[in-house]
């Protein structure tokens, strides 16, 4: 069955940087675009960064842009998002996300704390 593991969040500093990974399986990774998203409190679910199946097309919300890079190794089914520069507001669950077959898939989630 499709799995999708999020990892690398943690507690870093304004101005540090962190990198995401989420290893997929179940699925052929490299025919489906690939979608990072984040839950801070109180707040709803945002797109952040999205890249096509071979990786040639990045597209990012406004606000991390020139921040943030989304990335995927096909060979090792996985996809990352390098967060460099982070603000406070970066503070959310991040998630890795792929629709297949119009179904929806989700990875667990993973913390990502800025904070002095």
């Known amino acids: 069955q499709v799995k999708l593991v999020d990892s690398g969040g943690g507690l870093v500093q304004p101005g540090g940087s962190l990198r995401l990974s989420c290893v997929a399986s179940?699925?052929?990774?490299?025919?489906?675009?690939m979608i990072w998203y984040r839950q801070a409190p109180g707040k709803e679910r945002e797109l952040v960064a999205f890249i096509d199946n071979l990786g040639t097309t990045p597209t990012y919300v406004d606000s991390v842009k020139g921040r943030f890079t989304i990335s995927r190794d096909n060979a090792k089914n996985t996809v990352y998002l390098q967060m460099n520069s982070v603000k406070s507001e970066d503070t959310a669950v991040y998630f890795c996300?792929?629709?297949?077959?119009?179904?929806?898939?989700w990875g667990q989630g993973t913390q990502v704390t800025v904070s002095s």
């Open positions: 179940g699925f052929t990774f490299s025919t489906y675009p």
């Open positions: 996300y792929v629709k297949i077959d119009w179904n929806d898939y």
